[in-house]
């Protein structure tokens, strides 16, 4: 705290807002003050609050409040009268009492050049209001005055109050008045918006200080001009020259960038692309067949249902593929086909089989690569996709109706789980996970079938990242992949591994993009 009986340095300009601020002696928003003062907001806060805040002669905090301002249509009503008033006007002049509907809207066209969509809101108002009546008693619509001097409605009482303000905090708006400005906003004669105010208030020591304990400092010179250079003037004006802060630090240059969650999905392709695979891309609009029934779930699997998956309307059916591989499919639902399973005894339908949906999961992209495998192909085969998928959930902090998955498959002779375990591993090491771990879990379309976890050294605890496991026969024998030849496969989660490097907590934020966390990410 600085005592006021000690010569406090203030820049002349800077000792006039503070007189200001003393005949004003109370509170003041910096916008509203900047108005009266006819200053550039950016100058007073950067400028002389700040040095009075420096100094300890004033104050100011910062509240989120919601600002009301009118739109040009609104400015217009403010000088011209509401649609409602301007039409009553016209309805009474020459002391009319009634008059026929249809004539008086072509009369208000004439006369006020409104249109008949504000012409009907403005009749609509007034009886709203109580300022006529209508009637058809005579066939055809009258309106009669009823209300011949019609006080102010608050409608018009609020359009009043921005007469002197561009702009309103709505705490400054009388309780009374609020339904008004509920009623234009949707009149869409006023916008809301949220804004950051900064409240000004002096000190105490502001509030008291007076001339005789300020030492005015006259105006610093920023810049030597060529001029004082050249006729030496500058070495008189060396006193007044401002200081430079040279080890102070520059302002924060927010220069363009990936998005971090871009960055992420290029980092899993790089590590994919290390560890031997090839990318591959899928349909994202995509058949049932490939789906569901290539991956041996069931058509009557909860999955499938429309709570659980977007099916498309129009088209709301798909082109299945040649009916050798349909058979097969078939086949291998209804009683095990050649996968030497006995299925799962059902009627299995090519209609249901030909429903166009949004991709559920990304599966239904590395099953469509195991329909291109033949006898001359070269394995082992490794394969990936990072893309997007559906589902038809609530969106919470943890879960969202689009998202992004990680798929993998390879292809081989002989391979066992710890072939697998060696890939997943391998991969979250490459993604900067040191403690990676796999248990038994259960998957429709795997057998035998693991979940992996990674370790969370902020959290200090193990999270599940997806799910993994051995395509069961009853998957890859309809390609005509069989034992010893063995198809590894995984369904990783992109955004639970963001939100983990990322250290985020909810997952909306990396499709929502909080612009404050963007710039400061260090990706």
């Known amino acids: ?50 040095s009075l805040h420096q100094v300890g002669l004033a104050n100011f905090k910062e509240k989120e409040t919601e600002i009301m301002s009118l739109t040009p249509e609104g400015k217009k009503y403010l000088n011209s009268g509401l649609p409602e008033r301007q039409i009553f006007n016209l309805l009474i002049k020459d002391n009319r009492k009634e008059v026929k509907l249809l004539d008086f809207s072509k009369e208000v066209e004439k006369e006020l050049n409104f249109p008949k969509k504000i012409f009907f809101v403005g009749i609509s108002k007034m009886k709203k209001n109580r300022w006529v009546v209508s009637s058809k008693a005579m066939g055809y619509e009258q309106i009669f005055v009823s209300n011949e001097s019609p006080e102010k409605t608050d409608e018009e009482k609020f359009l009043e109050l921005f007469k002197e303000n561009n702009s309103l905090p709505s705490s400054k708006i ?54 004082m250079l050249k006729d030496g003037t ?12 040279v080890d102070a630090l520059g302002p924060n240059i927010n220069a363009g960038k990936y998005h971090p969650l871009t960055i992420i999905i290029n980092e899993v392709r790089e590590v994919f692309h290390s560890m031997g695979f090839e990318e591959i891309k899928g ?21 499938r249902e429309m709570q659980d998956t977007f099916y498309l309307k129009n088209p709301s059916e798909g082109k299945l593929p040649k009916k050798k591989v349909v058979d097969m499919i078939k086949n291998t639902h209804e009683n095990g086909g050649n996968s030497g399973s006995t299925g799962w005894g059902y ?67 002989n391979l066992t789980l710890s072939d697998l375990i060696g890939q997943l591993v391998e991969f979250y090491k490459r993604m900067g996970f040191e403690k990676v771990v796999t248990r038994p879990g259960f998957f429709p379309y795997t057998e035998p079938s693991m979940e992996v976890a990674v370790y969370s050294k902020k959290l200090g605890a193990w999270l599940e990242m997806g799910g993994s496991g051995i395509f069961r026969p009853e998957v890859t024998y309809a390609w005509g992949i069989r034992d010893p030849v063995r198809v590894l496969a995984w369904g990783l989660g992109l955004e ?19 612009i404050q966390w963007l710039r400061e990410v260090p990706y």
């Open 347 to 413: 009627k299995w339908s090519e209609d249901i089989a030909k429903k166009i949906l949004l991709r559920t999961h990304t599966p239904a992209t590395t099953i469509r690569r195991l329909s291109h495998i033949t006898k001359n192909t070269k394995l082992p085969m490794k394969v990936f996709c990072v893309d997007r998928v559906f589902r038809n959930e609530s969106e919470d902090r943890t879960h969202l109706a689009q998202f992004m998955q990680i798929d993998g498959i390879v292809i081989g002779k």
């Open 234 to 245: 500058w070495k008189e004006k060396l006193s007044k020259l401002k200081s430079y802060k």
């Open 283 to 303: 349909p994202i609009v995509e058949e049932a067949f490939y789906n569901f029934d290539c991956l041996y779930q069931p058509q009557d699997h909860p999955a």
């Open 1 to 50: 705290m600085i005592s006021i009986n000690q010569k406090i340095p203030i820049k002349s300009e800077h000792y006039q807002i503070l007189k200001k601020l003393q005949k004003i002696n109370k509170p003041t928003e910096a916008r509203i003050l900047s108005e009266k003062l006819k200053i550039p907001y950016e100058k007073l806060m950067s400028g002389a609050i700040f």
């Open 496 to 514: 639970r591994l963001a939100l983990l490097k990322l250290q985020r907590n909810d997952i909306r934020d990396l499709y929502q993009s909080p």
């Open 174 to 227: 009388p309780k009374k008045l609020l339904d008004a400005s509920n009623s234009l906003y949707k009149r869409k004669l006023l916008v809301k918006e949220k804004k950051m105010l900064r409240i000004i208030e002096l000190t105490s020591e502001g509030k008291e200080i007076s001339k005789e304990n300020i030492n005015l400092i006259e105006e610093e010179i920023k810049l030597i001009s060529s001029e």
